[in-house]
């Protein structure tokens, strides 16, 4: 029987970000869970080709919108579950066996979050992260996704928008997701540069405004 799960990662220019996610997906392929890897590619002028010739993950390019990038790795995957993760992502060791778990309920899942930077700006942040995924069933894409290949045609896949297109799949999803019992650890890189409170605020000021109808052009600008 064929590996069942297909991961799928947006890249643009992420050199020097896919070297904290390859190393842990080495787990699920040991595992006999990864079918392949898709790495969809917005228009990349580094290194990010080569790392995944080295790899040998699937090249998909294409004009750079994360929507658009999501659909079109979706649309090359051959696995009955795909696995939509972020390039900065680190995932922990054990992650496969709460993938193999969530697989066999059924439902969508998503991973808690939280930053590779100390600190009480980062927990806070990423504790409120992971309070509006589990009381909204709104994760966002850093917290991963894993869904049936089923579910996700049946929800028309994700949106070729360049901003929220998470948002819009948890929304269209609902109350079947589910938080799956690992964290994904991801980069506080804009965190950092931005401050933590004045990110984190637009960030919120940006969901709030795009569940309000905002499009997703004007908020791209804007983020």
């Known amino acids: 029987m064929r590996a069942r799960v297909s991961i799928i990662v947006p890249v643009l220019n992420s050199e ?22 898709i790495l969809s590619d917005g228009g990349s002028s580094d290194a990010t080709a080569e790392i995944a010739e080295e790899v040998g993950a699937l090249w998909v ?30 995932l922990p060791r054990g992650w496969s066996e709460a993938v193999l778990a969530q697989m066999a309920d ?30 909204f069933a709104l994760p966002y894409g850093d917290q991963g996704l894993l869904i049936a290949r089923s579910d996700y045609d049946a929800v028309g896949g ?18 079947r997701l589910r938080q799956m019992p690992f964290t994904i650890r991801t980069g506080a890189g804009r965190y950092l540069r931005d401050g933590w409170l ?10 709030l405004r795009y569940l309000g109808g905002a499009d997703p052009e004007a908020l791209r600008r804007r983020y």
Do not use: C, K
Request: proline share 6%.
């Open 158 to 175: 994700y949106p070729d928008i360049p901003l929220m297109e998470d948002v819009a799949m948890a929304r269209a999803l609902g109350r």
């Open 61 to 90: 390019t294409g004009p750079p919108t994360r929507g658009g990038q999501l659909a079109r790795g979706a649309a090359s995957a051959g696995g009955d579950w795909l696995m939509f993760l972020h390039a900065d992502s680190q």
């Open 198 to 207: 004045r990110r984190g605020a637009r960030n919120l000021s940006l969901l």
């Open 16 to 37: 020097a970000e896919l070297p904290r996610l390859l190393p842990g997906l080495m787990e699920g392929v040991e595992a006999g869970l990864i079918r392949e890897l």
């Open 106 to 135: 059924g439902r969508p899942g998503y991973a808690r979050l939280a930053f590779d930077a100390g600190g009480l700006s980062a927990r806070i942040v990423a504790g409120w992260a992971n309070l509006r995924a589990r009381l």
